[in-house]
């Protein structure tokens, strides 16, 4: 059995988007319950946890004696035992360990960046200058992934963990109006978000934190 680490409880803006998401959405893709473990904020800090989490972050996953922390980690991991996440041909699975780390390293960066200038920043005095350089990187990336995804339903292959990390990746700018002006990435989205793991995942983790909020 699985032990998943995620806050009790978070401000609204971040429901259905905590990383949980990609872990939730990995063990139902590949069938396979889990228990949740819940930490405060101020329990994130403490050196028990850094010694889990050196950054004071979640998810985590608890696999038996193995801890592992960094959601992309997690869905690698996963990966080695579900072939439904992660193929087994040598070739195959190195393309999508490829799209993984270009989800985290060559994709999140700059979408988060805007993601947070949106989200927190906008009455901040540089704000106006600061959005069309974001702006300009995050659309650049949004398009290079769009060109990719010409002929192909998914990023490596058949569906796989990278598609779950890049998808929610790319749902950082929900909401925004950014990724509908793509259509093939449009497109993958909705196939992706369409998924029952997906909404089971997100449903889980939406009814987990609203009832939290409603009992604080
Ligand atoms: N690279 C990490 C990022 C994890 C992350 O940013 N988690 C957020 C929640 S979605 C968090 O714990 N934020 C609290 C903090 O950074 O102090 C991963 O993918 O696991």
Redo the contacts with the bound molecule.
Sequence with gaps: MYTLTTFRSVPSFAVG???DLRVRWALEEAGQPYDLRLVDFAD?ATPDYRREQP?????VLQDGDLTL????AILLHLGERYPTLLPRDPAARAHVTMWTFAALNSVEPYLANLANLVAFSLDEPWAAAQRPVLEEIALKRLGQVDAWLEGRDFLAGDFSVADILMTTVVRLLDGMGYVERFDRLTAWRNRCTARPAYRKALADQVTHFTQEAAAA
């Design positions: 988007h905590v990383r994130a950054f004071g972050q979640v998810p922390f960094e959601s992309g």
